[in-house]
């Protein structure tokens, strides 16, 4: 197999070092920081991933801001966007009576005024009990196996026994957006000897001293 994870691993596409908290540094034209080590305990005023990681900004409408997760890349955390922080979708007022139709508050986070609940998704509670069951050591996931009205859908059989009551959920695509995520702030300081992975295209210090490596 011909691998290119060594190059992308270890900084041979570069590396730059910023003590100066005024300076901004901006990665060459198609690199990225992918890698940051930090020398001396260390905060971060910019922390911007690339674009792919920021909600989508209008659409094929030309519709403005979209808060929605739906069609989004691989998410990096930093100052600007909080990553994996809202799922695909937050489903309201969940109620099932223990089998595996829920019903919902009508949901339409999508594009186009369209509903962001698919067929396919996970669906897990947020910060309520019971929750719905996991099975195992990783757990059978429940997932949403058919869209029966704009407020109703149908679940998978694990989901059988558990009631839930005007529950909120997160719906999760395969792959796709988590839940819990925050942005990071120079409250957050990172101590020396840590070395940080993402994707970013601008990065500028509130303290410290660090040594960033590039990737494609």
Known sequence: MNSTQTSYGFGQFGSAFIDDHETIFL??????????????????????AETKSTPLIGDAAGGGTSST????????FGTQYAAHDAGDCVIAGASSTGGTTVTHTANTAGLHGKSAIKVGMQVSSINATPLYPRDGLLGRPVIIKEILTSTTFRV???AVGTTLTSQSLVGSQMH?????????????????GMTIFGRWVRVKLDRGSVILYLGA
């Open 156 to 158: 998978s059989e694990n």
């Open 27 to 48: 990665p060459p034209h198609e690199l990225v920081v992918v890698g940051i080590q930090i020398v001396t305990e260390a905060a971060f005023a910019d922390l911007i």
């Open 69 to 76: 997760h739906v069609n989004r890349g691989k998410e990096y």
């Open 176 to 192: 796709s957006s988590g839940f819990g995520g925050q942005l990071v702030d120079t409250g957050n300081g990172f101590p020396a």
